[in-house]
């Protein structure tokens, strides 16, 4: 895969450049962000899905709630979106995630709008690239990337959603494959500038979406940077299937992608050790983009941007991190807060070129 040309080497040479050069910021939660505006279902369904879902004769009209569908509103509020993409990059965003979070045919099932998938990636991105340009055309000396995100999907392929049958399994490796191909293609044709398969609980997942990046990167004859950000579940320190910070690194470690990094499940303290421990052996570049805090009772974030901002400083000042934003709970002012406490520390050098520095 790495011996592929890039699909837009330009916009790779400016990401590397900048990434050589200063910490980059991530943008924070979108979910937390829509929250705020409270939807309902009619707004959700917009006038594209007033009376059904999109005329398909296998759905019932009305059938399933499409209320939570964040993804959807890609198509019927897009002005929403875009409202989100501009506000994270106005508090000092340099790459802003795709709302593609649940784009897979495997979770858009939920919503009877699978059929959708390929098109929720494509607008998704789409977007995020119109947000990207219209700042850096005010801003060249600082140019904005777009972040294709895929999703961990519904579901996993190492673990059984029956407690009674410890062998089953309600989706295939195959299955998960041909997922994130079509999602892929779709962020792809709407612009983005890398891939990140994201807030991975599952490594198996994660092997199948890296597998379905290189089978299309040489389908395409060219690649893109791939970026892949797992999660810490709890505090036992492990993914979902059980790895840990470094076992999880090496897993990937295969695919060469721009970065490993961890996001979500987690506050920036708890994923201090874990990041260390990825910091310790990274060949790449290492992100990270914490939940503002542990969720309280009423599975809300109270952790505020000064708070969450002097951990991540600590983070930076200990040379811990390349890239770095917020998860679930996060909003501009946390993003403004880390941009402003990050600005004049040193990116950290990946492995490899600190190996040769020496």
Known sequence: MSALPWIHPERVALLEAALATRILILDGGMGTMLQAHQLDETSFRGERFEHGHDGHAHDHAGSCDLKGNNDLLSLTKPEIIRGVHDAYLEAGADLIETNTFNSTRISQADYKLQHLAQELNREGARLARAACDAMTAKTPDKPRFVIGVLGPTSRTASLSPDVNDPGFRNVTFQELVENYTESANGLIEGGADVLMVETIFDTLNAKAALFALSE??????????????????????????????????????????????????????????????????????????????????????????????????????????????????????HIKAIAEVVRDCAPRAPLSLATEAA
Do not use: K, W
């Not at 709890?234 to 060469?256: C, I, K, N, P």
């Not at 009423?298 to 002097?310: H, I, L, N, R, V």
């Open 216 to 333: 299309l990167f040489h389908q395409r004859g060219a690649r893109m940077p791939v970026m892949i950000s797992g999660t810490i579940t709890d505090r036992s320190g492990r993914t979902l299937s059980g790895q840990t910070a470094e076992a999880f690194y090496y897993s990937v470690r295969h695919a060469r992608p721009l970065s490993v990094g961890f996001n979500c499940a987690l506050g920036a303290e708890d994923l201090r050790p874990h990041l260390q421990t990825l910091a310790g052996v990274a060949e790449t570049y290492v992100s990270t983009h914490p939940n503002a805090g542990l969720p309280n009772a009423f599975g809300e974030y109270d952790e505020t941007p000064e708070e969450m901002a002097s951990v991540i400083g600590s983070f930076a000042r200990e040379g811990l991190l390349n890239l770095v934003g917020g998860c679930c709970g996060t909003t501009p002012a």
